[in-house]
């Protein structure tokens, strides 16, 4: 699946997909003990690896780490010539490492690539190319979130952290078996899908709703604090 934009005669596109050991898509997915991220980056079709534009690169893979260390990853950047892919980030996944094997259908792998096509590549400025491509991440990373909570969500991932916590202090003062909280995590899944996801916030934003609930969300009361929503970090932040 794609996504594109154009900006004057420059056009940009971001092309996805997702490897996850499971026929049914609408099942719960998890990451995988370690998600790996691979990015590729065209301009003109011409990939950018460390054999050819090296320093670049390198300089824009560390904008990718902050927001996955949001989302409660340890990130790590893997650049290397042997691989296919321009960078990798890999995601270490800490809140579902104790889910019992095979219960859930994991994610491994997510494709991403980023491209930008121009009648003269001399006037692709860097920063402009760093935006353009960070819309189109936010575009699919909103539509991810909804379809993959467990995987995407910044605020629903904290939200089932706390949660898994608690359930766990339960089960060791009433000495139920081991395992147990991990029966709630589709129910977990689908609170975090109808309440904490981005568009959901958007939705009852914008139809003026006035709760406690949403003023905590908004105000960085709640689950999570307020968070600029950034899968690229820019040269300001």
Known sequence: MSIAIRQGQRYFKLGYSTEVNSPDESTLVLP?????????????????RTT??????????TRFTKFWQMAKYDVAVEISDD???SFTIACKDTIFAQAPA?????????????????????????EQLMQAWDY????????????QPCIFSVAGRKFIELNLFWTRKFI???????????GGLAQLADIV???????????????????RDMRERFEGKGVVGPYLLRLIETADD
């Open 102 to 126: 095979n219960a859930f259908p994991t994610t491994r792998t997510q494709h991403l690539t980023l491209s930008c096509l121009a009648r003269d590549s001399s006037e692709i400025e860097f």
């Open 172 to 182: 060791e003062i009433l000495q139920i078996e081991v395992g147990y909280e991990w």
């Open 136 to 147: 189109l991440l936010v575009s699919w990373y909103v539509q991810m979130e909804s379809r």
């Open 32 to 48: 995988a003990p370690t998600m790996r991220i691979a990015i590729d980056l065209m301009i003109n079709n011409i990939q950018l």
């Open 52 to 61: 050819n534009y090296d320093n670049v690169v390198s300089q824009i893979a």
């Open 193 to 211: 899908r109808t309440k904490y996801t981005v568009l959901q916030s958007c939705v009852e934003h914008r139809h003026g709703a006035g709760s």
């Open 83 to 85: 691989s296919c892919s």
